[in-house]
């Protein structure tokens, strides 16, 4: 049996991997908001280093996987906070107990988003690990109205695929053997793209930024069964990547330009 950690267990994507994890008889200790193992807030500094410190008393300090699904998508400075800080710091807080696994391994949940237009302040105050900056820039963005404020989600997404591409080849992650990946997920049915999807607005705006050739819109179960192989014995070589598992949303968006 593998230990794992499942950030955003409560719902969604996270709720589904923790589900599937359980099925095959895995250990999954939950952190969400509520209803999870570990009750944190992770859009904070405090609530990061709880969660971490309650992760390694309920784990015995040994963990296996660690699978970071929680965020928000909302228009406002919160979003870099959860988003990336929410991800990054729990990730590298947990390193000592992924170290002390025969094979640990990190993924996260990125988005398409990540490739659409950003807020390059942004993106670069995250990546130098300045949270207080980075707020004040996506907090000057959201006060511009919501179209800007929009630009807070794709942005931490960019940052944080960045950051897994960055680190990944790093002593802290390639050094000790731990593969650190991240998914890309097009349009999941969860509670996240409910309302949107329940409107024809909403419906007609995701698609088309989001166009969808394959399949169309996928279950929270596609995205946990790519994060379950990322995060398994088997998965040895990966190592910073991206996975776009989008319906071919990235082939159409992007086609050649690889
Ligand atoms: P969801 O809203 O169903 O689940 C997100 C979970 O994260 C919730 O249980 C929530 O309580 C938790 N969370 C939010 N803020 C938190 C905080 N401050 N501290 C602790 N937990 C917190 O959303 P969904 O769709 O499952 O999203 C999971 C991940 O997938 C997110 O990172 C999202 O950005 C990403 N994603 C989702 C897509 C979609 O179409 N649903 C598309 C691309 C990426």
């Known amino acids: 049996t593998r230990t794992y950690v499942v950030t955003g267990a409560a719902s969604g994507i996270g709720a589904a991997t923790a589900r599937l994890l359980a099925e095959r008889g895995e250990r999954v200790i939950g952190v969400d908001l509520r209803d999870a193992d570990v009750e944190a807030d992770l859009s904070t500094r405090e609530g ?30 919160a979003t ?57 820039v996506a907090a000057a963005t959201a006060e511009q109205g919501p179209e800007l404020g929009y630009l807070v989600y794709p942005s931490s997404k960019r940052a944080l695929s960045r950051w897994v591409r960055r680190e990944s080849i790093t002593e802290a992650w390639a050094g000790a053997g731990i593969p650190l990946n991240a998914v890309a997920p097009g349009t999941v049915i969860t ?13 007609a705006m995701v698609d088309a930024a989001v166009p969808m050739p394959l399949n ?23 190592a910073g990547q ?6 071919g949303a990235d082939a159409t968006l992007r086609g050649d330009d690889i």
Do not use: K, W
């Open 191 to 203: 509670p996240m793209t409910a309302a949107l999807l329940d409107n024809p607005e909403g419906l």
């Open 48 to 77: 990061r280093l709880a969660a971490v410190e309650r992760v390694a008393e309920l784990s015995g300090g040994v963990v296996d996987g660690v699978i970071a699904c929680a965020g928000i998508s909302a228009p406002i400075p």
């Open 216 to 238: 169309s819109h996928q279950p929270a179960e596609s995205i946990a069964n790519l994060l379950i192989f990322l995060t398994s014995v088997e998965n040895t070589h990966m």
């Open 80 to 136: 870099i906070s959860v988003n990336f800080f929410g991800v990054t710091e729990v990730l590298e807080g947990l390193l000592p107990a992924l170290r002390a696994s025969d094979a640990p391994r990190a993924a996260v949940v990125s988005s398409m988003a990540s490739l659409q237009p950003v807020v390059p302040a942004m993106v670069e105050a995250a990546l130098a690990g300045d949270e207080e900056r980075a707020l004040a």
């Open 242 to 247: 991206t996975i776009y598992d989008d319906g």
